[in-house]
């Protein structure tokens, strides 16, 4: 009896024992478990598109999450499995990064495809990872548990709907363009792009096409209203060219200042003028009934401040505005024109075996020559 309660006991402390040691085995292999990495993929996305040289292709977008120890993997590679068909291979495989800001929690990959006149099933999944160990030596390792996503790519294009340029791609605007951008799709990612360019995507359901319009460039200076005096706040002629963006105008001890700004990269430059307490009265400068070859720009106004010269049937006529309360008055100028008296070149009363056609006017415009009896003739006209 004393031997079969000693035997029970000892089997008692041995399948306690046990039950610890088997308990601490679970445990650990549940902790290692735990950090352990684990992949899941979420979703394969496609669309089609036309590359440079106008051939169809599929863009296929994978999105997974992780858990686990990632810390220290560094790629993911997915497999794609598809019906091997004709030329066409049966597997892709694709690497995954991790997505920035994420801590190794979400990796995303792409991969370009040729498109194929057939439907076609791909499977995805997880086949491996990598790694670099202390030696700095790239080490892969395989993965089976993960899950897998099926996913049909059509090749029935009817219906798709591919994103179009619309005419404002490849034109020149001096000011972000906000119309005809597209003339296919839905217009995404406006941005002025490191070339200086306005740079645009054309969605459509098929696929999308990147454009892009030129910027106009627009030097700037100050207007003619820079260091003229005024009674009150100026409000035009602060910068040149009009389309040029005059910034706020601010009070200084002496009178006002502003800033006139041109397109993204060109130097903003800093134009003011002066406060009187006393009325100008505008009047004309010496350029006006004057004679010019071309639009004068100085000496419009001997007092006031002028707007650009315009052109009219005599010459150019332009204002002279001074200060609130005054009248503007009216200046002009002429245009002179230089009268061209016709003469005959050296070719008149020369010999030639065929019509001349050089040196037919020593002034103004021959007319093509004219056989006649004796040889060939022609008119110089003048002005």
Known sequence: MKNFNFKKSLLAIILFFGAIFLAGQFF????????????????????????????????????????????????????GARPAVSI????????????????????????????????????????????????????????????????????????LVYGVCGPSNNGTFSEQPTTDLCSVGTVMDMHLDNFGKWAWKCYGNGGMVSCSANQEIINTACGSANNEFFFELPTTNLCIPETATASTIFATETGWSWICTGSAGTN?????????????????????????????????CSAGTATNPITNTIGWSWICTGSAGTNPVTCSAKRTTTSINPACGSAHNNSFTSAPTADLCSAGTATNPITNTIGWSWICTGS
Request: hydrophobic share 30%.
């Open 28 to 79: 650990l292999i549940n902790v290692s478990a735990d950090n352990n990495p684990n992949f899941n993929i979420d979703s394969v996305e496609y669309s089609y598109f036309s590359d440079s040289a106008n051939a169809e292709k599929i863009l296929l977008t994978i999105n997974a999450t992780a858990s686990g120890q990632v810390t220290n993997i560094e790629r993911i590679m997915v497999l």
């Open 88 to 159: 066409y291979s049966d597997l892709e495989n694709i690497i995954l990064t991790p997505v920035e800001g994420s801590q190794k929690t979400k990796w995303i990959g792409t991969y370009y495809l040729s498109t194929t006149p057939y439907s076609r099933s791909w499977t995805f999944r997880i086949v491996s990872y990598f790694y670099y160990d202390d030696n700095g030596t790239i080490q892969s390792v395989p993965y089976s548990i993960g899950n897998s996503i099926s996913k049909t790519i059509p090749a029935n294009y009817s219906g």
């Open 268 to 300: 903003p430059v800093t134009c003011s003028a002066k406060r009187t307490t006393t009325s100008i009265n505008p009047a004309c400068g010496s350029a006006h009934n004057n004679s010019f070859t071309s639009a004068p720009t100085a000496d419009l």
